[in-house]
T-cell receptor, first 112, second 115 residues
Framework: ETGVTQSPTHLIKTRGQQVTLRCSSQ?????VSWYQQALGQGPQFIFQ???????GRGNFPPRFSGLQFPNYSSELNVNALELDDSALYLC???????????FGSGTQLSVL | QQQVKQSPQSLIVQKGGISIINCAYE??????FPWYQQFPGKGPALLIA?????SEKKEGRFTISFNKSAKQFSLHIMDSQPGDSATYFC??????????????FGKGTHLIIQP
């Protein structure tokens, strides 16, 4: 059984650019959530996808968007990057509406 | 507005001692309270979780104590070991909303177990 995998592990972008982060769910999991973890802080909920539709969203602007594919993998897209977007982005998968989340190791994004 | 307040920010415990981390929440709709453990370079991993219908849950050396009236819950690590050195996060969610609001995390506690 494979766990949640995220790519890339590290990324450096310039302010104003766009970025796409990828996530493969744990086998058998059909729900994906994305979290942003700033340095020294707890993760903050960005959004959740279930059956390829967004079914929950935290307090993040529309320039944060996502996709879930038929194989349950997912993408997080961030447009018009800002310096404050520098953070660890975590993907978590789960089964249906289960609260039991399994996190990947994250993508460390640095915006210069 | 931070809805889950966690303390202390950092904690040093001697090997074999008891580590205690506390959290307080504001939203009375929360009905699921997990604790996550995070090692450097890794994502958080679920350690133990509790629902408000019980006051305590124990799994091995880890125990959650829950006080619904005070809106507080805590993690106790018995016989703390150097391998327990990590950052611990409490979290909460409203299951009735089906994940629409995700998990609300505390700011974390950096735990160091001294040999």
């Amino acid at each position: 059984e494979t766990g949640v995998t995220q790519s890339p592990t590290h990324l450096i972008k310039t302010r104003g650019q766009q970025v796409t982060l990828r996530c493969s769910s744990q086998s058998g999991h059909n729900t994906v959530s994305w979290y942003q973890q700033a340095l020294g802080q707890g993760p903050q909920f960005i959004f959740q996808y279930y059956r390829e539709e967004e079914n929950g969203r935290g307090n993040f602007p529309p320039r944060f968007s996502g996709l879930q594919f038929p194989n349950y993998s997912s993408e997080l897209n961030v447009n018009a990057l800002e310096l404050d977007d520098s953070a660890l982005y975590l993907c978590a998968s789960s089964v249906g509406q289960s609260e039991k989340l399994f996190f990947g190791s994250g993508t460390q994004l640095s915006v210069l | 507005q931070q809805q889950v307040k966690q303390s202390p920010q950092s904690l040093i415990v001697q090997k074999g001692g008891i580590s205690i981390i506390n959290c307080a929440y504001e939203n009375t709709a929360f009905d699921y309270f997990p604790w996550y453990q995070q090692f450097p370079g890794k994502g958080p991993a679920l350690l133990i979780a509790i629902r408000p219908d019980v006051s305590e849950k124990k799994e091995g050396r880890f125990t959650i104590s829950f006080n619904k009236s005070a809106k507080q819950f805590s993690l106790h690590i018995m016989d703390s070991q150097p391998g327990d050195s990590a950052t611990y996060f409490c979290a909460a969610s409203d299951h009735a909303r089906g994940g629409a609001d995700g998990l609300t995390f505390g700011k974390g506690t950096h735990l160091i177990i001294q040999p």
